[in-house]
């Protein structure tokens, strides 16, 4: 059988660099290009590039992805920095290109995963939550895309249940004080050298809380899941927002 022909965006970088090891490491992949900022994006097609990994900054991934969807490359992307006027762009490039496929994953590890899964699922019991991420202080971006996404789970469980908005009796605060307002749902983001990725969803009721938990310590936690995004996303055209889709979370 012939092997998945994968190229790397962003091969320099903490997580690029990583993707690009475990590619080379699988024995159905075939590394074709580990490309950084300085390269041509034209190598991708001349190395025949079947699915490409974007590891990239927000400031790039918008311009590699309307190159792969233009030229039918399928994309895994763990980028962060998502709008909903990115993700409608994106949409529209792929409806010009029918049989292409686009996952973008706000979090490739099966922890943070669950997280976001666990926090949407109790997120109707309890008055209050909040959510507090921390990160290495390279990060480009806050809140992170992990936690974004998480807060607007929440928020969506939160309205689908009816739930009143949450109890706070803050009248004066310094900027900032009280996180960014995600949907309702406060996140605040930590920058600390000697942290990797890590995420506490905070939520509380009447005489009990209940925190759920996750820490990346490796680069390592996000690669089964950047794996299993290439082998999957050549048969899933369109665009696919979440690891989850790709986990048999009920099985
Ligand atoms: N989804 C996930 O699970 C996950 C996990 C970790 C990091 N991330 C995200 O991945 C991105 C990269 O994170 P990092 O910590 O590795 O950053 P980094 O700065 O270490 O690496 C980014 C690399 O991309 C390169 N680059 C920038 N523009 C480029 C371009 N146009 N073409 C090719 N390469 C380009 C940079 O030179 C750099 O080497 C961030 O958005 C981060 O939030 C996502
Ligand atoms: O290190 C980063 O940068 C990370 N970015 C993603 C995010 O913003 O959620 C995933 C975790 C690591």
Request: glycine letters at 10%; aromatic letters at 4%.
């Amino acid at each position: 059988m012939s092997k998945l022909r994968v190229a790397v965006l962003g091969a320099k970088g903490r997580i690029g660099s990583e993707a690009a090891r475990s590619v080379e490491a699988a024995d159905d992949l075939e590394l074709v290009a580990a490309l950084d900022r300085d390269d041509k994006i034209e190598t991708l097609s001349e190395k025949g590039a079947q699915v490409v990994v974007d590891l990239t900054h927000p400031d790039a991934v918008m311009g590699n992805l309307e190159y792969c969807v233009a030229n039918g490359i399928h994309g895994v992307v763990g980028t962060t920095g998502w709008t909903d006027e990115r993700l409608a762009q994106l949409r529209g490039w792929l409806e010009a290109a029918p049989a292409t496929g686009v996952l973008i994953a706000p979090n490739f590890s099966i922890g943070a995963v669950l997280t976001m899964q666990f926090a949407q699922q109790a997120a109707r019991f309890f008055e209050s939550v909040e959510v507090i991420e921390l990160h290495h202080p390279n990060k480009a971006d806050a809140p992170s895309g992990t936690a974004h996404r998480t807060a607007q789970l929440i928020a969506a469980a939160r309205e689908k249940a009816g739930s009143p908005a949450q109890p706070d009796a803050t009248t004066t605060a310094l900027d900032g004080a009280r996180g960014a307002d995600v949907d309702g749902v406060p996140v605040h983001s930590v920058r600390l050298r000697g942290l990797l990725a890590h995420q506490e969803v905070l939520l509380g009721g009447e005489g009990e809380t209940l925190t759920i938990r996750h820490d990346s310590l490796h680069h390592k936690s996000f690669m089964p899941g950047i794996l299993l995004g290439v082998r999957r996303v050549v048969d899933t055209p369109g665009l696919t927002f979440g690891l989850e889709h790709f986990l048999d979370l009920n099985g």
